[in-house]
């Protein structure tokens, strides 16, 4: 008999996994990778050679994205369509499924845990909606919920398994500490980004701005401070690792800026480059740069401000198309200089932005 086994790495599936392993069963685990959750370590490639299993990794698409953009059944507390999301998976569960010849699915759902998606309703709504009626096991949760036919054929031992309910940790916990798996899991924070009041206005925004997304945008979502100008789109740089990515993700039509000689963000424009898209990011630029405190502000490049005005910093920029080479109308700058590497680069002089105006641009 095989089971497959949605194993995301968290300590729910972790534990539903063991549960039917320790029952005799063979398990071929599946991880989906989504891009809107925030782990940096694979948790469950660490429990699945632990375990001495199979694992399957699926990485979703466009499709997915889709699911988030407009969910049958609604959203939680943030852009999260927990339900949704749980069919699209358990649908992919069930092709796999067939693939490898498992007869059922675990999954780690403890019921009440989570308000939307896992009281008994929902999960009896997952269930149909994939078409996997009495086919999905839950091992945390079995004995509160009607019989599998899993457990009516004889295949998995019912007495074995578990009557977790509510959102407490504590049982699931000890029966860690009790498989020796303590250091094993992830804590609870994190996951889904979704539910992240920041995040899901930057999805939010991105659905209200663009038509066809795509994972790029979404990773980009994790990266930087988020500025909206109209149909333009300002992303800046937190620290050195961001600034790299963003250069590693940049499209070749955006504009990438930065302030030479400081330590300075990455800023990539996307969308429309009017002039005052252009000209807002270069001042978040020079807002976010070593040369944007006051106390380092020196005039630069022979460039000084009026008595009174806020410092003016130069700010380069570099349009990946082809450019005449001119200052665009209405930016004060002194012309195009090649690029080290053959492309044009633009100097502009601003000042960098006020909290007002930062505020007011930020998504």
Not at 2 to 10: E, F, N, R, T, V
Not at 17 to 36: H, S, W
Request: aromatic letters at 6%; a positive charge.
């Amino acid at each position: 008999m095989k089971a497959l086994a949605l194993l995301s790495g968290g300590l729910d599936s972790i534990l539903a996994t063991k549960l039917i392993l320790d029952q005799g069963i063979e398990v071929v685990a599946v991880k989906f990778i989504l891009p809107v959750t925030s782990e940096k370590r694979d948790y469950a490639e660490e429990i699945a050679k632990k375990f001495g299993i199979p694992l399957i990794q699926v990485e979703v698409g466009e499709e997915y994205l889709k699911v988030i953009r407009t969910p049958r059944y609604g959203y939680g507390s943030g852009m999260n369509p927990c339900i949704d999301c749980r069919i699209y998976m358990l649908r992919e569960a069930k092709r796999i499924a067939n693939e490898v010849g498992a007869s059922f699915i675990v999954t780690g759902d403890v019921l009440g845990e989570r308000p939307m998606s896992q009281y008994r309703r929902a999960l009896e709504l997952e269930e149909e909606e994939a078409g996997l009626e009495n086919l999905i096991l839950r091992p945390l949760s079995a004995k509160l919920l009607p019989e599998t036919i899993p457990e009516r054929e004889g295949w998995v031992d019912r007495s074995k398994l578990l009557a977790i309910r509510g959102r407490s940790r504590k049982p699931q916990i000890a029966l860690a500490d009790k498989f020796g798996l303590h250091e094993d899991y992830p804590s609870p924070s994190g996951g889904c980004l979704l539910t992240y009041k920041e995040f899901a206005s930057k999805i939010r925004d991105l659905f209200a701005h663009k038509e066809e997304v795509t994972k790029r945008d979404v990773s980009l979502l994790k990266l930087g401070r988020h500025f909206r100008v109209a149909s333009s789109k300002i992303i800046v740089g937190r620290n050195e690792e961001e600034n790299k990515l963003l250069l590693a993700l940049k499209d070749p039509g955006d504009y990438v800026f930065e302030v030479p000689g400081f330590g300075s963000p990455i800023t990539i424009l996307e969308g429309p480059k009017s002039n005052e898209a252009i000209e807002l990011a270069a001042k978040l630029t020079a807002r976010y740069s070593d040369a944007g405190e006051e106390e380092k502000a020196k005039p630069l490049q022979g460039f000084r401000g009026q008595r009174g005005e806020a410092p003016l910093i130069v700010v380069e920029y570099k349009p990946l198309l082809s450019l005449s080479g001119k200052p665009l109308q209405g930016l004060r700058g002194r012309g195009a200089e090649p690029h080290k590497n053959g492309e044009k680069k633009l100097r502009i002089l601003v000042s960098p932005l006020d909290e007002n105006e930062v505020a007011r641009l930020r998504i």
